[in-house]
């Protein structure tokens, strides 16, 4: 790991507090090196480990990676179960590493959707680490974007049938305490690796002023060094939020 640079970046100040990753291109690198899709997967795992130690040691808060979407049920059963597979033993193998690394695990998604096995095995990891103070890994599982925001309709408008809200009282932060990630802070940073280019269902509502970075690399390549360049092009950006450069710099002043 490179030290001398990560503390580089954390002098220089107006880090990512929460850091989303779209793994995409695991298939095409296999494709890529004659190899089975799932090789490329197995492979896209250093790609965690790297990634997960240095947002751990730059201070980021939490670290969400797209893992598994709700779209991605509808791949061949066999590339399915080696999925599954491997994340069971990724989750059974890396427990001790992360709780030396004092990072947390959380889940957002329909965990209950997963195999008996994954399941009680992401569990378990995470009721292991529950006490950690350190990076939050939140990983996104049988996870879509519009799904979520349509369950946080539905919790709404119960409470709203029952009496409990008005629809006067809905508003945005109302509405966010109503999803999955609402013990987070929205993505500061969304990377996403093979140079597509859409948001793939993810984090549709928690995205809306999140700074974007595409990088060509394909997920099983994508390193240490590039996460770090990823978070120095953050530090580089104005982040508005709808005011002029003039009334950002007057409040500096």
Do not use: C
Not at 222 to 243: C, I, M, P, S
């Amino acid at each position: 790991m490179d030290l001398l640079r990560i503390e580089k970046i954390k002098k220089a100040g107006n880090l990512p507090r929460h850091v989303a990753v779209i793994m995409d291109g695991n298939g095409r690198w296999a494709a890529r090196h004659g190899l089975p899709r799932i090789e490329g997967h197995k492979q896209g795992v250093e790609a965690v480990r790297a990634v997960v130690e240095a947002a751990g040691a730059l201070g980021v808060q939490t670290l969400t990676l797209y893992t598994f979407s709700t779209e991605n049920w509808k791949r061949p059963q066999s590339e399915i179960t080696d999925l599954m597979s491997l994340l069971l033993r990724t989750i059974t193998n890396e427990t001790a590493e992360l709780m030396k690394k004092n990072v947390r695990l959380s889940v957002i998604g329909d965990l209950a959707a997963l195999p008996v096995a994954p399941r009680m095995g992401v569990r378990a990891t995470i009721a292991k680490l529950r006490h950690n103070t350190g990076l939050n890994l939140n990983l996104a599982l049988s996870y879509s974007g519009r799904q979520e925001i349509v369950q946080a309709v539905r919790k709404i408008a119960v409470k709203v049938k029952k009496g409990e809200l008005t629809p006067r009282q809905i508003d945005e932060a109302l509405f966010a305490d109503h999803l999955q990630t609402r013990q987070m802070t929205d993505p500061d940073l969304l990377i996403r690796t093979s140079g597509e280019q859409r948001l793939s269902n993810f984090l549709l509502w928690q995205i809306a002023y999140t700074e974007l970075y595409i990088t060509p690399t394909l997920w099983p390549d994508f390193n240490e060094d590039q996460f770090l360049e990823a978070v120095e092009d953050f530090q580089k950006r104005e982040r508005r939020y709808g005011k002029t450069q003039e009334q950002l710099q007057s409040k500096v002043e």
